[in-house]
Nanobody, 129 residues
Framework: QVQLVESGGGLVQAGGSLRLSCAAS????????VGWFRQAPGKEREFVVA????????AYADSVKGRFTISRDNAKKTAHLQMNSLRPEDTAVYYC??????????????????????WGQGTQVTVSS
């Protein structure tokens, strides 16, 4: 059974940093594209960032470029989202997602939520002004 567990959320002041982690179990992690999405109250879930199976390719939402960095460690079955220069508008529940992509090229990334097969339970990030 595939499980994704996020951690690392919390309350931080504007300009601060947080590092989110996504731990996977029940999968061959290197076969999956990993994405981070977020959902603020009253808003739809939105794409934040994704990383290819090999870790060689990434895609970022314009709103987080230059501030957020995604990484992954396939041996440890984990992915991380380093968030710097946080803003109040970054406040949301952040979700880790995984998409089986063993037949795709190793550099493939996905940005649409409906593409992903598995989701974590989410972790709250609150940025105060």
């Amino acid at each position: 059974q595939v499980q994704l567990v996020e951690s690392g959320g919390g309350l931080v002041q504007a300009g601060g940093s947080l590092r989110l982690s996504c731990a996977a179990s029940g999968v061959t992690f290197s076969n999956y594209v990993v994405g981070w999405f977020r959902q603020a109250p009253g808003k739809e879930r939105e794409f934040v960032v994704a990383i290819s199976r090999s870790g060689t390719n990434t895609a970022y939402a314009d709103s987080v470029k230059g501030r957020f960095t995604i990484s992954r460690d396939n041996a440890k079955k984990t992915a991380h989202l380093q968030m710097n220069s946080l803003r109040p508008e970054d406040t949301a529940v952040y979700y880790c997602a995984a998409k089986l992509a063993v037949t795709a090229s190793s550099g493939t990334v996905y940005t649409r939520a409906r593409t992903y097969d598995y989701w974590g339970q989410g972790t709250q990030v609150t940025v105060s002004s």
